[in-house]
């Protein structure tokens, strides 16, 4: 039987039709001679076979496969050449099966291998509206369906190879993150950026998590339909269900994919450049005084007071340079949060030591903190100040600083209206064996 050319189908999809293949129409009269018909095989060779019509009326279909095998039988030719086809069709040739021009292709395929096996591969006649019958091979059906789903793989394939790839691009970012953030613990002047790095890395896995089960479950489903179409039990139903999976994994692996593209762009704008000094003994007030001296500038260009009180003499021993950075961020972030744009407000500073910590309070008179927004505030990347050059990482920064190298504690307490007081619990003296390598 003749086949489709693979040009002829590049344009087809999953949803092709009977309407899009090329088709024949020749017909006879069902008193046509079989010698008449089986020279015009012989000049055809391209027709799977013929419509035999009745006064104006399609009665049957007769095949080229059909026709010859009879004809090769003993004495058939004698009997049959020289007697209309009618005959031949009465006595041997299978009803006609006639499917519709917008029956889809996998469809059509199930149909015809489902009748009888002696007539499974015998052509199918074609119908739709306004149109007269036409013929077409299940050969060419069947070339035609095999076509479709090696394109159809190739783009599987191209998709699937896509998504290796921006999964090994994730994976190589999460591992240069993860570089990064070694690096970064072991550099006392980047230690609370080490401490982001670990959040971001741990945000990043969510995605790549999603993204690899989305891809494990595609490549599955895949080797599923691959085995049904291998052992001739493909279905519609199966088809369209694979195209499904397909379509819903790709979707979910691309917006895992985007959404960890974002955390990473996030964190590449991020810039924290912060001095960790050694384990040393330290005066308080003396420490806070120096570094309230440093922040005038802002003060002044804000117009708030601050007022500090510690007592004299209160020896502590810490890392004076992550304390530094988290009672700066904590009083800088009371001055770009807690107050209306030119109102002046008092931040006070407060330093309560007990026999083993000292309580560090930053409080503030300003607007407060909403119920919604509070148990927020050390989430890394949250602001209320997003299109005001707000990052979010101020209040993530102080609270990894203060856990982790401070071995302390933070709590905040506020209300609308009613100020903000932010309390940092830590011991006074850190023992030696608390000194990081």
Same mark, same amino acid.
Do not use: W
């Given at each position: 039987?003749? *086949?489709?050319?693979?040009? &002829?189908?590049? /344009?087809? $999809? ?51 496969? =059909? ?17 209309? +086809? ?28 489902? =009748? ?8 199918? *006649?074609?119908? $739709? ?13 069947? /070339? ?40 970064? %613990? !072991? ?9 982001? @790095? ?11 998590? %999603? ?11 895949? *080797? ?22 397909? /379509? ?10 985007? =959404? ?56 502590? =021993? ?7 950075? @988290? ?6 972030? *009371? +001055?770009? /949060?807690?107050?209306?744009?030119? !109102? ?17 309070? #930053? ?9 919604? @927004?509070?148990?927020? %505030?050390? &989430? ?6 997003? $299109?005001? $050059? ?7 920064? #102080? ?12 709590? #905040? ?15 006074? %003296? ?8």
């Amino acid at each position: 039987m003749t *086949a489709a050319p693979d040009t &002829e189908l590049r /344009h087809l $999809g999953l949803d092709a039709t009977l309407g899009d293949l090329p088709r024949t129409n020749f017909r006879i009269e069902a008193d046509t001679l079989g010698s008449c018909v089986e020279q015009l095989f012989l000049d055809r060779s391209d027709l799977p076979g013929v419509l035999i019509y009745d006064t104006g009326r399609a009665i049957g279909v007769l095949s080229r496969r =059909r026709f010859m095998e009879i004809l090769s039988r003993p004495f058939s030719r004698d009997l049959y050449a020289k007697r209309p +086809v009618r005959t031949m069709l009465q006595n041997t040739s299978p009803t006609m099966f006639v499917l519709k021009l917008g029956e889809r292709i996998s469809s059509a395929v199930e149909k015809a291998l489902l =009748r009888d096996p002696n007539e499974a591969y015998e052509p199918v *006649a074609v119908s $739709g509206d306004g149109y007269d019958l036409s013929l077409l091979s299940v050969d060419l059906l069947l /070339h035609t369906q095999s076509r479709i789903l090696e394109l159809a793989n190739e783009e599987k394939n191209k998709l699937l190879e896509d998504i290796r790839n921006s999964e090994q691009n994730l994976r190589r970012t999460l591992e240069q993150l993860e570089r990064m953030q070694d690096q970064l %613990i !072991q550099s006392e002047k980047m230690a609370a950026l080490g401490q982001l @790095v670990a959040g971001v890395a741990h945000e990043i896995n969510t995605p790549i998590g %999603i993204a690899l089960t989305a891809i494990s479950y595609l490549a599955e489903q895949t *080797a599923d339909f691959g085995e049904t179409y291998r052992s001739g039990r493909m279905k519609k139903s199966s088809l369209e269900a694979y195209i499904a999976t397909a /379509h819903d994994s790709s979707e979910l692996v691309r917006m895992n994919i985007s =959404r960890a593209a974002v955390l990473i762009s996030s964190f590449k704008q991020v810039a924290v450049d912060q001095t960790s000094e050694n384990l040393r003994d330290f005066e308080m007030r003396q420490f806070l005084t120096e570094l309230l001296t440093s922040l005038n500038p802002e003060f002044k260009r804000s117009r708030h007071t601050v007022a500090l009180e510690c007592p004299d003499d209160l020896k502590v =021993r810490s890392y004076p340079g992550a304390l530094s950075q @988290v009672v700066t961020n904590l009083v800088s972030n *009371a +001055v770009k /949060h807690a107050f209306a744009d030119d !109102q002046p407000g008092t931040i006070r500073l407060e330093v309560l030591p007990t026999e083993a910590d000292v309580v560090i309070a #930053v409080a503030d008179n300003g607007r407060g903190i909403s119920g919604e @927004v509070l148990p927020r %505030i050390f &989430e890394p990347f949250f602001t209320t100040k997003r $299109g005001s $050059g707000g990052t979010g990482l101020g209040l993530h920064i #102080v609270y990894n600083l203060i856990h982790e190298t401070l071995k302390g504690q933070i709590t #905040v307490e506020s209300k609308v209206g009613g100020g903000a007081r932010f309390a940092v619990t830590m011991p006074r %003296i850190l023992p030696e064996v608390e000194v990081r390598e």
